[in-house]
């Protein structure tokens, strides 16, 4: 059990302020906090405290216990003196912490045609009732905030832009004492009405009351997001607490880029030994598809990319696919990369099955070309997962008679959701899957993503803004 008693003093001139008891209990945890919130009183009424003191004291005291798990609380301390005698909230910061008042962050001063990031010291931004301060520690990195960090799109800040939409952090400053500390998530899709159609039918992303990252919220590129607590995923404790060799920075791959993966995968539902195509397998969403094929479905997975990638995967392209079809290049005919696609389809069935095309593709490439003749990849009754989304406006075309007599499915992906997002964390956590990372810092951002505008990184790249608390 850890004990605080914090005491604030002032004179006692006019009116004075006493405090009245209260006791709170959090459902699911022991803990209980006794705080004494401010109330107004004439100096005469204040019998209780010693009259012969000319100063009245302030208690706040919260006892913090550990749960039920063994995990302790974070012990508060109130950040705000109370000088004012209106209905302010109250605001707790994590003990011995004081909230600095500017920060790093990459900041897109004016949305342009081209990317346009750059490291600036910002202030740091107080809190209001609702909202809560996360001390970010990890931040992926995606394709998608290139999309959202140019034009400016509509709705999009088209100044002072921050990007940013899979970070993982703490807690840090609150209303509410309980949450001190606590592991959170901001993903792109943020908060949600949950009883609009939409939303009934498990459609949060086009509930028309959403509010997302970067676009109502600045985004995950800064040291200390402030944000209401409702637009946070909770994350388990132990995706900081150490108990695993897993990196903390390996569980943002599974906010967006690992739940969309995720996702995907359901929407085909591969059966043990069916064969799945991935192409842009190399990247942030195709290797998490990979692993996901293989270790949860028990599915074969053909993965496709360009051939400069499989030779940076190195040893781990073994544990994201079964065989590798280098993605047709200037004078590779699409009938001899499609002959090369079943050949493999071949081998990994093994010779009792007769020859036939892939079960299931799914399409994390966002290049156009990767969204030509879709329907060559599978067999008749075939399902295709459309996720990657090229920055130009393309439309995707068959032949009528392949999605009739060919009975072909097509699904789109914009996202997975936090189900998924917390499957994949347990999958990680397990080492189900690993992702492939590559740690970089804040200040690196800006040049990586360039890269991802000209498709240039591999696997999942993530940012440790700071150290963990
Ligand atoms: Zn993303
Ligand atoms: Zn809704």
Not at 80 to 92: I, S
Not at 180 to 190: E, H, I, T
Not at 279 to 303: C, D, E, F, P
Request: aromatic share 8%; hydrophobic share 40%.
């Amino acid at each position: 059990m850890t004990s605080v008693l914090g005491m604030l003093q002032e004179k006692n001139a006019g009116p004075v302020r006493l405090f009245e008891p209260r006791a709170i209990n959090r459902p699911g945890t022991t803990t209980v906090f006794e705080e004494y919130p401010v109330i107004e009183a004439d100096a005469s009424q204040i019998s209780q405290y010693d009259s012969s003191e000319t100063e009245v004291e302030e208690f706040v005291h919260i006892e913090v216990m550990e749960d039920a798990n063994g995990d302790e609380k974070f012990p508060a301390q109130r950040a705000v003196d109370d000088n004012t005698l209106d209905d302010e909230p109250k605001w707790f910061t994590l003990s011995n912490m004081t909230l600095p008042k500017t920060q790093n962050a990459i900041v897109t001063p004016v949305v342009g045609q081209t990317l346009n990031q750059v490291q600036q010291t910002i202030p740091v931004q107080l809190p209001q009732q609702g909202e809560v301060v996360v001390k970010m520690i990890w931040t992926g990195i995606c394709g998608s905030d290139v999309l959202f960090s140019v034009g400016p799109q509509p709705g999009y800040c088209g100044i002072d832009h921050i990007a940013g939409h899979e970070g993982i952090g703490r807690i840090v400053m609150s209303t509410d004492p309980s949450l001190l500390g606590s592991p959170v998530a901001a993903r792109y899709l943020a908060a949600y009405c949950r009883s609009c159609q939409a939303c009934r039918d498990g459609l949060p992303e086009s509930c028309p009351m959403q509010t997302n990252f970067p676009k109502h919220h600045n985004g995950t590129f800064q040291e200390y997001l402030t944000v209401s607590i409702e637009s946070l995923m909770k994350l388990p404790q132990w995706i900081f607490d150490g108990s695993s060799t897993v990196s903390p920075g390996q569980y943002t791959a599974g906010l967006c880029s690992g739940a969309a993966a995720g996702r995907a995968l359901k929407k085909i539902n591969p059966r043990h030994g069916d064969v799945v195509v991935i192409t842009g397998v190399a990247g942030g969403i195709g290797h998490i598809a990979g692993m996901l094929a293989r270790n949860v479905y028990g599915a074969k997975v053909i993965g496709v990319d360009w051939g400069w990638k499989y030779n940076a995967l190195g040893p781990m392209a073994a544990k994201i696919f079964d065989a590798f079809v280098p993605a047709p290049e200037e004078g590779v005919s699409w009938a001899s990369f499609q002959a090369k696609i079943e050949e493999e389809c071949t081998k990994l069935r093994g010779p009792a099955v007769s020859s036939r095309k892939a079960d299931g593709l799914v399409i994390a490439v966002s290049t156009k070309v990767g969204y030509q003749n879709i329907g060559d990849y599978v067999r008749d009754g075939g399902s295709i997962v459309c996720v990657g989304v090229p920055k130009e406006k393309i439309n995707v075309s068959m032949p009528l008679s392949d999605l009739v007599e060919r009975a072909l499915r097509i699904q789109g992906v914009l996202m997975g959701g936090w189900e998924e997002s917390y499957e994949v964390l347990e999958y990680i956590r397990r080492g189900m899957i690993t992702p492939i990372v590559t740690n970089i810092s804040l200040q690196e951002v800006p040049s990586r993503m360039k890269a991802f505008a000209h498709h240039g990184n591999l696997g999942k790249i993530v940012v440790q803004i700071q150290d963990v608390l």
